[in-house]
């Protein structure tokens, strides 16, 4: 079974900058994809960015581009979340997610929720205005 353990979440005023991270563990693995879900309170859970450890594609939502960068430690299986110029709407609880598997071009695959086969326990991001 996979445990995956984030860090990095808090209080930050609007414009503000937060580093998340990740940290996967408890099973072997070869390749997989990894990233961050969000949720804010009263609405679903959107994804936010992933990347695959095979090719270091990377997907963005529109709402985060030019914002936030995702990168990762193959070796160490873990993956951060480099959150920058923060807007109140970047409120909610940040989710890391693992899927085992060989994926290319992550940009270009849509990955819900229902892709995820792992979910971390969730951290807490505020930005106020």
């Known amino acids: 079974e996979v445990q995956l353990v984030e860090s990095g979440g808090g209080l930050v005023q609007a414009g503000g900058s937060l580093r998340l991270s990740c940290a996967a563990s408890?099973?072997?693995?070869?390749?997989?994809?990894i990233g961050w879900f969000r949720q804010a309170p009263g609405k679903e859970r959107e994804g936010v960015s992933w990347?695959?450890?095979?090719?270091?594609?990377?997907y963005y939502a529109d709402s985060v581009k030019g914002r936030f960068t995702i990168s990762s430690d193959n070796a160490k299986k873990t993956v951060y979340l480099q959150m920058n110029s923060l807007k109140p709407e970047d409120t909610g609880v940040y989710y890391c997610?693992?899927?085992?598997?060989?994926?290319?071009?992550?940009?270009?695959?849509?990955?819900?929720?229902?892709?995820?086969?792992?979910w971390g326990q969730g951290t807490q991001v505020t930005v106020s205005s």
């Open positions: 997610v693992l899927r085992s598997g060989n994926y290319r071009g992550v940009q270009y695959i849509h990955m819900g929720p229902r892709f995820w086969e792992y």
């Open positions: 990347t695959s450890s095979s090719d270091n594609s990377a």
């Open positions: 408890g099973a072997t693995f070869g390749a997989y994809a």
